[in-house]
């Protein structure tokens, strides 16, 4: 090890190593669950033959170790006269 | 029954036509009854690759719709007899292709050939899920370059969420082509090496191509580097179709072995 070994800049292929170890670790949790959209489009239609609904939100989360699907089913204004 | 291999990238322009053209004929000469099948709708290439352009009469949409008959559109590449080529239909409409259509196809490719390749086009265009659906296996195709590694890593995630194969929770097997490799940069640290490459993407190595000019007067030509023995990326092609028709090919580390001749001789020089 040279004394300035600690100094030496990365090399660029280590960045760009480190960066895409950063960069598909986020992807691929962002990607976990790629049948959200037909699954609101699902619960929506289900909903629909009982109430009239504005929005499906569907968030994801991470409580510890458990990933839980939070859905929001958010209702139209009562539309009473 | 043949094996259907999807050729995919993430992100366009890394060589997958390039490497279509390249096993196919590599398959072929190992005497594997092999067919090639542009699926690139809109954008066909493969048959300039292949130098075959003036001999496209009828392409896959002729087949699926009916129009013509499979074995009236398969075109036969005169410089190897185990090989066919089928076209891509340059309409820009494409939705032309169906899941039912398209199985239609590649099953009655199946009962006829060995190897059956897919050159798919991006993973980020339409068509990529057809091109994947009914795969036994995906061919990634990579450049030593960032975006080209982060968006094939969404390409196998697609694969591995809407392929049939995994659908039916069964494994498509997956393999990385990492193309385009200048060993210079890859010694100086400047260019991702393939080991960085294979701790990061996680899939199986089936092979390493180097950059190689030689690919260009290929495409001019229309005479695929395979054919060129005087070509690194020919050799490259050569031995993973070698691997893929089942021979153990050991792996070449094309990463530092290029200079070897012209070190030695300066060596000499001050012996
Ligand atoms: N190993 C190589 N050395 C030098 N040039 C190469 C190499 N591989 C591919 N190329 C060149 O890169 C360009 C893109 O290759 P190709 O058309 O095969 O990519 P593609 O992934 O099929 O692109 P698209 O996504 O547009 O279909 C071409 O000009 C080709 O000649
Ligand atoms: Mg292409």
Redesign the pocket.
Known sequence: MSLFGSFKKKKSAQRAKDRLNVAITLDRDSNLYPYLDELKIEIMQIVQKYSKIRDVRINKEKVDDQDILDIEIVLEESTKT | MGIIFSII?G???????????NLAIGTAMQGKKTVVVDF?IG?R?LDM?LGLENRVVYDITHVMDGDVRLRQALIPFKKNENLYFLAASQTKDKTVLSKEKVEKVLSELKKEFEYIFI?A??GI?SGFEHAVYFADAVIV?VNPEVSSIRDSDRAIGIVDAKSKKSQEGKRVAKYLII???NPDLVQKGEMLSSEDILDILEIDLLGK????????E??NTGHPVILNEKSE?GR?FERISRRLCGEEVPFVDIESVKHSGLLKSIKKMFQ
């Open positions: 990238s992100k366009g322009g890394v060589g997958k036509t390039t490497t279509a053209a690139d954008q290439n690759i050159d086009p991006a265009e195709v193309n385009r490799i191509v180097p950059e190689d000019q030689i690919i260009i290929a495409s990326a490259a």
